[in-house]
């Protein structure tokens, strides 16, 4: 008998203020046009000030724990994806954690910037295989916002504030690909590209500062990274690209995601694209993503489903799993 988890809740959470490329023109010597043309997006949402990761967290929780139909209680482990804690310490999944009466099991952040989802489903998804946990809570949420130069046109038009969740279940089954569940996690990194895409703060330095970007070096890698990622995943479960009924990618830039999507000769009308409403939102973009294509009925019970994510280290993975 093969332990498998389930995604049996999805929630997401978006701070109500909105930002459009055409204000972003009124802060920095940009265009909705460039914006649009080079990355796909046309307005991202905003957390209003005093609203922080964990409250974001805890919107997106509950709404994929009610969805769940779960209790809280019922939880044993919460992991949750960011890089914008609320705090250096505690893990911002402790506050959750506490606000959701939760008072059992183990909650703790993981940070792989862009690849956090995925990283912390897979996280979590070896903790339900092992047998170390029964129900868990994966989130991604991001106050990235937070971390942006505001004069610096070349990063603050890219990303936004969201925050998205699953809740996954243990269940037992023959192991075939004809169950439900997480079928395969595959993650990456490599630290020799760790200066393409940072912050030029933190702790070491005494201050929080601002993300630094080589945009072009990053999107050359991504496309070739993600691509492969993919197709490992695909050969791993001995499937092909016709299988897949949707891919939710994270959402950097439209381009990126359209080219890895060719490579892979996946047609454009299964991939699910949010970068255009919600920019790039990090660690939260696949779960915000994958819950707008369950809300609208795209996504439905038994589709299999390809998730992919490249960020900051790099750090980068995908994940197939039925739905
Ligand atoms: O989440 C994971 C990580 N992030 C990513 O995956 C992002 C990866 N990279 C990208 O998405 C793209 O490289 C960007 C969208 C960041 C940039 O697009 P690009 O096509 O690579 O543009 P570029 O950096 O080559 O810049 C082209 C021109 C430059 O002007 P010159 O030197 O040609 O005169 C830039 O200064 O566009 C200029 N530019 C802008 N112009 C108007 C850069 N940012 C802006 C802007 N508005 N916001």
């Given at each position: 008998m093969v332990r498998r988890s389930c995604i049996v809740g999805v929630g997401s959470y978006l701070p109500a203020q909105v930002l459009t490329n055409k204000d972003l023109e009124a802060r920095v010597d940009t265009t909705d046009e460039w914006i649009t043309q080079r990355t796909g997006i046309r307005e991202?949402?905003?957390?209003?000030?005093?609203?922080?990761?964990?409250d974001l967290a805890l919107a997106a929780a509950r709404q994929a724990l009610e969805r769940a139909g779960m209790p809280a209680q019922a939880l044993d482990l919460i992991v949750l994806a960011t890089t914008t804690p609320d705090h250096t310490f505690p893990a911002t999944a402790t506050k959750v954690q506490a606000a959701l009466g939760m008072t059992g099991g183990a909650a703790?952040?993981?940070?792989?910037?862009?690849?956090?989802?995925?990283?912390a489903l897979a996280v979590a998804d070896n903790f339900i295989r092992s047998g170390q946990a029964k129900n868990a809570l994966v989130i991604g949420a991001e106050t990235f916002s937070r971390l942006l130069d505001w004069n610096d046109r070349t990063t603050c038009v890219l990303f936004g504030d969201g925050a998205g969740a699953v809740v996954l279940q243990a269940v037992e089954g023959e192991g075939t690909n004809d169950d439900r569940g997480v079928l395969s996690t595959h993650l990456h990194s490599d630290g020799r590209h760790y200066d393409l895409l940072w912050v030029d703060g933190g702790i070491a330095l005494g201050?929080?500062?601002?993300?630094?970007?080589?945009?072009?070096?990053?999107?050359?890698?991504?496309?070739?990274?993600?691509?492969?990622?993919?197709?490992?995943?695909?050969?791993?479960?001995?499937m092909d690209a016709s299988q897949v009924d949707w891919?939710?990618?994270?959402?950097?830039?439209?381009?990126?995601?359209?080219?890895a999507a060719r490579k892979l000769k996946l047609s454009a009308d299964k991939v699910v694209i949010t970068v255009d409403r919600h920019g790039n939102t990090s660690a939260a973009s696949i779960p915000l993503a994958l819950a707008a294509a369950v809300d609208d009925g795209r996504i439905k019970t038994g589709d299999v489903v390809l998730?992919?994510?490249?960020?900051?280290?790099?750090?980068?993975?995908a994940a197939l799993v039925r739905m």
């Open positions: 991202r949402h905003i957390a209003a000030e005093g609203e922080h990761t964990s703790f952040d993981v940070q792989a910037v862009c690849s956090g989802f995925i990283y201050r929080s500062g601002f993300v630094k970007m080589n945009g072009q070096e990053v999107f050359r890698h991504a496309v070739g990274r993600l691509a492969e990622v993919m197709e490992e995943t695909l050969a791993f479960n001995g891919l939710v990618p994270h959402q950097a830039n439209r381009r990126i995601i359209d080219g998730m992919e994510a490249m960020g900051g280290g790099f750090t980068w993975g």
